[in-house]
């Protein structure tokens, strides 16, 4: 479980106080060594121009130097603190990057402060195990100034967290916490401070899989007296122990009570997964939709780079009646991957009484939650295999429809009658029979050797094919191709439900087409469409006769 470290920050860096601008100074008397103390603590300066250019000309002059007295050293130390504190300023010293790297071990820093500068700095540029380093040389050089001891504990949690050392990162929180308590530190103790390191160390237990602490510890703080960032980090927190303790009441009381207000481009990246399963738990598609307009590309990116599935809610062009299903589905899959882990969850409780102690059952919840996410894949890859099987399958079934009905129109076209027909009594009736068989039924293939067969000796046979006598009429030609399909189906005695079904389209299709053979071919109102043909063709003279 991911947890929240919030600290305070100079341009990044997570401090219990503020880091302030530096203020003027003499270079050539040298730079006051309080200069940084009420930097951190008083806010009584402020950088200038000036005071960085004069860090900068002491710090070359002394660079240079091969040995250098006590009085040098510090002086180095100091100017090394300025411009580590330039670095993150709009306008930062061209020497700042060099300063970092500058470890002369014959010169050592003595100062707390320039050792508190330079551990910010190195924090913000993400070198944590220097920066930890210098926060514990502050805790062997300084016993008794209790605000600024404070202040590198309360550092040395983030440092600690972000070097996934969660157990030093609880040891620091609790030992603060303890000198917060402590009587030499009521005379700079606040309700504020307090509440801080508390969120912090319920968020550490989250990390650590101590849900029961975390609550624990969140349950002792009055979260009103905070403002609203510190309010939202409050409610995350509580949110994720409900949530890893499958308290599904507790966790849909703070969800609409206070969760769903926050902007998703608000919620630290790593919790974004956590804060989106809930709104997919709960349907709450307008929070969704909210979240979509205003941080849509954000969103996109952050669930993209981590792998996570939820990216497909957030891409880019989605109709809403698209979109609105596949939030359904979400939703569908969501619950039902909590309601696996929520049984194997109870089920793991229950065991409590076989010993099953408290470390164990959270060791099993971080498993359970392992196996959801596996689990969600796993669906995830079961449904797009389900919709390329379905796929294939209709594709299939068109095929073979479309194969059957390109037999049944090679049955009915023409074929030369031979030298000594036999007189075989067969309706055309039958013959629609054994195409309905041939179209729907089984056994196609030998259906259609036996209508073939059947075709040859019919003795009301009326051949379609080109070249054919339905096609000698001079109104053929303008028909367009599906007029002509149904056309030639109608003249083998086929009914407009059955021709429908052959060529899969409507029976109002085949009627409007029945409509326009009629106007093309002039035919009357009063007579019957087929009859009009069935006279007319046998009033033409056959090929065989023509070719005689």
């Not at 600690?160 to 969660?166: F, I």
């Amino acid at each position: 479980m991911n947890s929240i470290i919030n600290l305070w920050k100079l341009g990044g860096i997570l401090c219990v106080f503020v880091l302030f601008l530096l203020p003027k100074a003499h270079a050539e008397e040298g730079i006051d060594s309080g200069i940084l103390e009420e930097l951190l603590f008083f806010r009584t300066r402020s950088l200038s121009v000036e005071l960085v250019d004069s860090a900068e000309t002491r710090y070359r002059s002394l660079a240079i130097q091969t040995e250098l007295s006590a009085e040098a050293c510090a002086q180095l130390g100091l100017c090394k603190a300025l411009i580590a504190i330039s670095g993150f300023e709009p306008q930062p010293s061209v020497l700042f990057p060099s300063i970092l790297y500058d470890e002369r071990s014959d010169c050592g820093i003595t100062d707390p402060m320039v050792h508190l500068a330079l551990g910010n700095a190195n924090y913000n540029l993400n070198r944590f195990e220097i920066a930890a380093e210098h926060y514990r040389q502050i805790l062997n050089l300084e016993k008794d100034r209790a605000p600024l001891i404070a202040t590198v504990e309360f550092n040395l949690i983030a440092v600690y967290n972000a070097l996934k050392e969660v157990d030093k990162a609880i040891a620091t929180a609790k030992r603060l916490l303890t000198r917060i308590e402590s009587s030499e530190g009521k005379e700079w103790n606040n309700a504020l401070m307090w509440n801080h390191v508390s969120i912090n160390l319920a968020g550490l237990y989250n990390t650590n899989n101590s849900h029961d602490r975390a609550l624990q510890v969140l349950s002792n703080l009055d979260p009103s007296i905070l403002d609203a960032y510190w309010q939202n980090i409050f409610h995350l927190n509580k949110f994720l122990a409900f949530n890893a303790m499958f308290q599904k009441d507790s966790c849909e009381k703070i969800w609409f009570d206070y969760l769903r207000q926050i902007p998703m481009s608000e919620i630290p990246e790593d919790l974004l997964e956590a804060v989106m399963a809930q709104s997919l738990m709960v349907d709450d598609y307008v929070q969704f939709s909210r979240s979509r307009e205003q941080s849509r590309d954000f969103i996109h990116t952050v669930f993209l780079k981590s792998s996570s599935h939820y990216a497909e809610l957030f891409e880019a062009e989605l109709l809403e009646s698209d979109l609105r299903a596949r939030w359904d589905d979400f939703v569908k899959m969501e619950r039902a991957y909590s309601r696996m882990a929520r049984a194997r969850f109870e089920a793991l409780v229950s065991k409590k009484g076989d010993s099953l102690e408290m470390g164990n059952l959270e060791l099993k919840i971080a498993e359970i939650r392992v196996e959801k996410e596996q689990w969600r894949s796993i669906t995830i890859a079961i449904a797009l295999a389900i919709n390329v099987l379905i796929v294939v399958a209709i594709f299939h079934f068109n095929r073979k429809r479309s194969q059957k009905r390109a037999q049944l129109v090679e049955v009915f076209k023409g074929v030369p009658l031979s030298q000594t027909p036999k007189a075989i009594t067969l309706k055309t009736n039958d013959i629609r029979v054994l195409g309905d068989a041939i179209a729907f039924g089984k056994r196609t293939a030998d259906a259609m050797l036996i209508l073939k067969k059947l075709n040859q000796y019919t003795q009301d046979r009326i051949p379609i094919s080109e070249g054919d006598q339905v096609q000698n009429l001079p109104q053929y030609r303008s028909l367009k191709s599906s007029e002509r399909q149904i056309l030639d189906y109608l003249i083998l005695g086929f009914e407009s439900k059955e021709i429908a079904r052959l060529i899969g389209c409507s029976i109002s299709h085949v009627y409007n087409m029945r409509s326009r053979i009629r106007q093309t071919f002039e035919i009357p109102e009063d007579q019957g469409l087929e009859d009009w043909f069935k006279a007319r063709l046998s009033e033409m003279p056959s090929d065989e006769g023509a070719n005689e």
